[in-house]
């Protein structure tokens, strides 16, 4: 199979109106009305177009070079081999994974206790690298999950964010998003809630509604007396009807991933506080430890979130989370009973593995 070239921008030039020199097997284009019995322009055009696909394509030529052999500019060149990919005269396939991520996923799914699984390649244990590349080579799988009606329920986070920016555009106009927690942060665009929302809407087709509420209040009684605010009902209403829902899984309370957090918004003797406490991981606002036991904290209390009950209502849950940093946590949020579906990366599917089969041999 060859493999696909970069076509570099177009850029202006006053070549392009060129007439081609005589190469064998190219057509001659003509200007003027010709004689009678002459090709069609469009079938000319046509054909121009195929040979410079296959020139670059199957004969590996540069499209430098095809620019000298035809006369064309090189964005000319350029033009007409995206033309021929849009009209479906080329088309570009990339072989599907191999049958190793597919055997994997199945055996951690099963490890996990979960409806199934979708593993991406993976190298790095950045955390930062490990979680945008997973995110963005899950996001073909991911998008092909999304219905294209009902109400699709969105977290925030750096994973997140990074899967949304990459899902392929859809046709969703009967699916509504809502944020699952509350919370605006511009400064921080992953963790801005209401713009992600917006955003996926975009991106899908979709319609979305928005939560004008911050993530946490001062106390229980001020987020009691927001949620019964008829501005936040037609919001988290909602939350009772999700068709999916795509989440995030933190890492621990200590956790330092090189990206901003919702742990870190604790406060240094908070997060130490609810390590001593044996949490492992955050999920949609709500604390967990790593059997899976849901948390009450006095921070959870005050947090605009999803209940758990309505989590527990949706008909799919889909949780995307990738690097070592977080494998205690994956592990910890599949038990809870709460996730149908986990994307991860080949890396932090290996390392699930190997600490659940651990303690197997350990018990």
């Not at 049958?99 to 593993?119: G, N, P, Y």
């Not at 109400?151 to 046709?171: E, S, W």
């Amino acid at each position: 199979m060859e493999s696909a070239k970069e076509v570099p921008a177009s850029q202006p030039a006053a070549a392009d109106t060129a007439e081609a020199p005589s190469i064998p097997g190219a057509p001659k284009p003509r200007n003027g009305p010709g004689p009678a019995g002459a090709q069609p322009a469009q079938l000319v055009d046509d054909e121009m177009i195929r040979l410079v696909a296959e020139l670059y394509y199957v004969r590996d030529q540069s499209q430098s070079t095809i620019a000298d052999l035809t006369g064309f500019s090189v964005s000319k060149v350029s033009r007409l081999l995206s033309q021929a990919r849009e009209t479906g005269l080329v088309r570009i396939t990339v072989e599907p994974a191999a049958d190793q991520l597919e055997r994997l996923a199945t055996e951690m799914a099963q490890a996990l206790a979960i409806s199934d699984a979708h593993v991406t390649p993976g190298r790095s244990d950045d955390p930062v690298r490990a979680t945008r590349l997973c995110a963005v080579a899950g996001a073909p799988w991911v998008g092909a999950q999304i219905p294209e009606a009902g109400v699709l329920g969105l977290a925030g986070g750096y994973t997140i964010a990074a899967l949304v920016d990459a899902l392929p555009p859809g046709r969703c106009a009967h699916l509504t998003i809502v944020p699952l927690v509350g919370g605006w942060d511009p400064a921080t665009r992953h963790l801005d809630i209401n713009e992600l929302a917006r955003r996926t809407a975009e991106r899908l087709g979709s319609r979305y509604q928005l939560l004008h509420a911050p993530g946490q209040l001062d106390s229980v009684e001020v987020k009691e007396a927001l949620l019964a605010d008829s501005a936040i009902r037609v919001t988290t209403e909602y939350w009772d009807r999700l068709t999916l829902a795509l989440i995030g899984i933190s890492g621990g309370p200590l956790a330092n991933p090189g990206y901003t957090t919702v742990m870190e918004r604790l406060g240094d003797a908070d997060r130490r506080r609810l390590a001593r406490e044996r949490v492992v991981g955050d999920m949609v606002g709500h604390l967990f430890t790593a059997g899976g036991g849901i948390v009450d904290d006095p921070t959870t209390d005050r947090t605009i979130a999803a209940p758990v009950e309505s989590l527990r209502r949706a008909a799919r849950v889909i949780a995307i989370a990738a690097g070592r940093h977080k494998v205690r946590g994956i592990i910890g949020a599949c038990r809870t009973g709460l996730v149908h579906t986990l994307v991860t990366d080949q890396p932090t599917a290996d390392e699930i593995i190997r600490i659940l089969e651990a303690e197997g041999r350990a018990a």
